[in-house]
């Protein structure tokens, strides 16, 4: 890797971190978060429309990027890595399959970690093993796809 795909790696990261909080956090829709997990089409589709209007908002936030700071990416690079990114962001919020990830990898009690129960709610501000998890996950994939798209 050149110094230059270096620097084009770290301020795709950058702009696709930024842009990844944005768009799961503020473009994401009330119904979205509520219903991209259900089983079925409504689910599915729920999660489609987060997806894509996930990937418009860092696709927003990068091409300005790209062409302010004169970055060289190819639009197969962009294209691929974006669309990296929206397939595992869509597997991962589907819910069940992140669950499912966690158990078989012995994080079952911290997925569940402040997880409202009957009884007992061990969750006295915003934040749970789910979504550390989720978050982490998506993370990883936007460094991939960071990568991918300064490399293609």
Do not use: C
């Amino acid at each position: 890797m050149t110094a230059v795909t270096a620097e084009v790696f770290a301020a795709v990261f950058v702009a696709l971190y930024v842009a990844h909080s944005v768009g799961d956090h503020w473009v994401q829709t009330s119904h979205q978060s509520a219903h991209k997990g259900r089983p079925g089409w409504v689910g599915r589709l729920a999660d489609a429309r987060h997806v894509a209007t996930l990937t418009a908002t860092k696709l927003a936030v990068l091409l300005p990027l790209v062409w302010l700071l004169d970055l060289h990416v190819s639009v197969l690079g962009i294209v691929a890595g974006l669309g990296t990114d929206a397939v595992t962001h869509w597997w991962a919020d589907r819910r069940t399959t992140l669950a499912r990830l966690a158990e078989a990898l012995g994080l079952g009690g911290f997925y569940r970690l402040g997880t409202p129960r009957a009884g007992h709610d061990d969750n006295p501000h915003i934040g749970t093993g789910a979504y550390a998890l989720d978050q982490s996950f998506h993370h990883l994939w936007l460094l991939i796809a960071a990568l991918i798209i300064a490399t293609v």
